[in-house]
């Protein structure tokens, strides 16, 4: 490596070394509000945007959320579909089209931006750049394409979360607001346990 060569390594590393670091204590920081939320319901609405912040869509629905693993979204207007996770798998379950699919937890990188959130530190450290803009605001990027998400925005009121800023893998944007947030009332594992109904659904399973 000639001396200008070895000079520039040298420079580039001293001009990233700052920038990783404040990742780090971003991340760090995002995972320390983390940690005082063990659980959350309440209710959602979701929009989406098109151009010039013009909404396309909007939904409104239940969710819960229960560390490290566990959690539900439930749409309920306009119209219904539910997904759960629990320790072994993620259900979907559209009401409307009455279709219920199932995947394993383990090894499915697409996790939702609600997972990606109630799921365990390492991962995050892992597989995603978080930068901190304000106390209560923090922005993910995923490190690899595989992911559901370009980047995920979250914001913090107090202890828990109040809203989710998403772009998609396709570019388009989804802002999720958070209310009659409720973090006292227990949850249990049993409240993520799903059993599709026996008639009139077609099940599709990808875990076998």
Do not use: C
Request: glycine share 8%; no cysteine; hydrophobic share 40%.
């Amino acid at each position: 490596m000639s001396k200008f060569a070895a000079i520039a390594v040298l420079v580039l590393g001293l001009l990233v070394a700052p920038a990783r670091a404040d990742d780090e204590v971003a991340t760090g920081e995002l995972l320390a509000r983390l940690e005082r939320i063990s659980q959350m319901q309440g209710k959602f609405t979701q929009r989406q945007y098109g151009d010039g912040d013009k909404v396309l869509a909007e939904s409104t629905g239940r969710f819960r959320l229960l560390r490290p693993v566990y959690f539900s979204w439930e749409i309920q207007a306009p119209d219904r579909q539910l997904i759960v996770a629990n320790a072994d798998y993620l259900w979907h379950y559209d009401m409307d089209l009455q279709t219920a699919t199932r995947r394993p937890v383990v090894g499915n990188i697409e996790a939702s931006p609600l997972q990606v959130l109630g799921g365990d530190a390492s991962a995050l450290r892992d597989q995603y750049d978080v930068e901190q803009s304000g106390r209560d605001s923090f922005t993910l990027q995923p490190l690899g394409a595989e992911h559901s998400f370009r980047r995920l925005g979250v914001t913090f009121a107090g202890d828990a979360i109040s809203r989710m800023d998403i772009v998609d893998k396709l570019g388009q944007r989804v802002v999720v607001d958070f209310h009659e947030v409720d973090t006292t009332s227990p949850l249990d594992s049993g409240d993520f346990e799903f059993t599709p109904p026996e008639a009139e659904v077609d099940l599709f399973y990808y875990d076998e």
